[in-house]
């Protein structure tokens, strides 16, 4: 296993060891993700691993390409898991496969990290992140068109204020690297915590 898979390995294991903290309650509580609850999250995370490549194309034709409607349409497979199928099914499948094992296991680590932040922010469960996570989820995010990351971005020069990472060119945009990693994945909540002249320009494209 190359190294940015065992880390997307370590993310998992960290996300579904806090899931199983959490209260019953919580799995219908809202997150991040608009109009998903924290077990439409986990859902969505867990079954991208089962998705055959063939799978996704179909998915992709259903949903006339949007992702957002092909996320949906996995969500509502199979809405009545309980929390105890899900985070049994994250615990058997740790290590990224099929769709998340591109990239090295990239498009694993980002999105277990974001889903992860997605569930925590709202439920008031702040952790610190590991930083040699964060450093590679940053760097792949600017280049993951589904996220739409690299257009927020571009034009700015990203600066993490937390870790030794920066990237990019043209008026600054400051703050944790956990901030910054949700601010440019859409994720407005996170604004407040950014600074530099480069920070309203980003919250002017939260919405493309």
């Known amino acids: ?11 998992r294991a960290d996300f579904a060891a ?3 903290t959490l209260s019953p309650r919580h799995w219908d509580a809202p997150t991040l993700c608009s109009e998903w609850t924290v077990r439409e999250v986990v859902a969505h995370v867990v079954d991208y691993d089962a998705q055959r490549f063939r799978d996704l194309a179909v998915q992709a034709v259903r949903g006339g390409l949007r992702l957002n409607r092909m996320n949906a349409l996995g969500v509502a497979r199979k809405p009545d898991r309980t929390p105890e199928e899900l985070i049994a099914r994250f615990e058997q499948h740790l290590e990224p496969r099929g769709l998340t094992s591109a990239f090295g296991g990239r498009v694993a680590l980002l999105d277990g990290l974001l889903h992860h932040q ?15 996570r964060l450093r590679h989820a940053l760097a792949f995010a600017r280049y993951a068109p589904p996220i739409k990351a690299g257009k927020r971005a571009r034009g700015l ?8 990472w920066s990237a990019g060119s043209g008026p600054e945009v400051r703050g944790p690297g956990e901030a910054l990693l949700l601010s440019i994945a859409g994720r407005d909540v996170a604004l407040e915590e950014l600074s530099g002249p480069g ?10």
Not at 1 to 11: F, I, K, Y
Not at 199 to 208: E, F, W
């Open 199 to 208: 920070a309203v320009i980003l919250a002017s494209r939260m919405d493309g």
């Open 157 to 164: 020069r990203l600066v993490a204020t937390d870790l030794d």
């Open 118 to 132: 997605d569930i925590r922010r709202p439920l008031g469960f702040p952790r610190e992140v590991p930083p040699e």
């Open 1 to 11: 296993m190359n190294s940015v898979a065992r880390l997307a390995r370590d993310e």
């Open 18 to 20: 806090f899931l199983r």
